[in-house]
C-alpha cells in the first residue's frame, strides 16, 4: 500500500497537512521483553521514512555525496505515547515542518495505528546541514532548499507536541 492509497483510506487526524507516509507492521524481532515495538525500533523507522521522503523528494545519499552535504541530526525528541504490538498495522508519517535555507531544517514524524486512528508516537529532529568530507556545519547548496524548501508543510497555529 503506497503513501496515496493509505491517505485516502483513512480520516487520521494527521498534525499537518499532506503527510509523507510508509505502513509499518512490528515483526517478531521488533518486540521486546515487554511484549511491544521497542523504542528503538521506532527510531529506526524514522531514519528509513526520512530518506524514503528525501529520495522522492529528489535527493538521495549519492546526491548526498556528490554535494558534499548533508542533512545531519542535531537534535531529536521522541514522544513514546502508547504501546504497539506485533503484527498491528501502523502508519508512520513525516513532514518537513521548519527551514532557515541557510543551515538548520526541522523535521517531524507521528505514528498512528490504522485500527483506531490513535497517536502512537510522535518525533521532531532539528536538523543542521554539515559538509560530508569534515562534518562541520555547512551551508545548504541552492538543490537542497529548492528541493526539501518545496515540501515545506504549513504548520498550524496549534502546533502537538
Known amino acids: 500500500m503506497d503513501a496515496t492509497d493509505i491517505n485516502s483510506k483513512s480520516k487520521i487526524n494527521w498534525d499537518f497537512p499532506q503527510p509523507f507516509t510508509l505502513q509499518r507492521i512490528p515483526a517478531l524481532h521488533d518486540i521486546d521483553g515487554l511484549n511491544h515495538t521497542n523504542n528503538a525500533v521506532y527510531v529506526q523507522w524514522c531514519e528509513t521514512i526520512g ?15 556528490r554535494l558534499d552535504r548533508a542533512m545531519a541530526i542535531r537534535q531529536a525528541e521522541y514522544d513514546y505515547l502508547l504501546p504497539s504490538t506485533l503484527g498491528e498495522k501502523l502508519i508512520l508519517a513525516t ?12 523535521r517531524r514524524f507521528q505514528l498512528v ?11 521532531k529532529w532539528h536538523l543542521v546541514c554539515i559538509e560530508v568530507s569534515t562534518g562541520k556545519a555547512r551551508r545548504m547548496p541552492p538543490e537542497f532548499c529548492q528541493k526539501y524548501g518545496s515540501a515545506l508543510a504549513v504548520v498550524p497555529s496549534v502546533i502537538k507536541t
Open 113 to 123: 495505528r490504522e485500527s483506531d486512528h490513535a497517536v502512537i508516537f510522535r518525533a
Open 95 to 106: 513532514w518537513l515542518t521548519d527551514s532557515d535555507e541557510k543551515l538548520s531544517m526541522q
Open 51 to 65: 530518506w524514503a521522503h528525501s529520495e522522492s523528494l529528489g535527493l538521495s545519499l549519492t546526491d548526498y555525496k
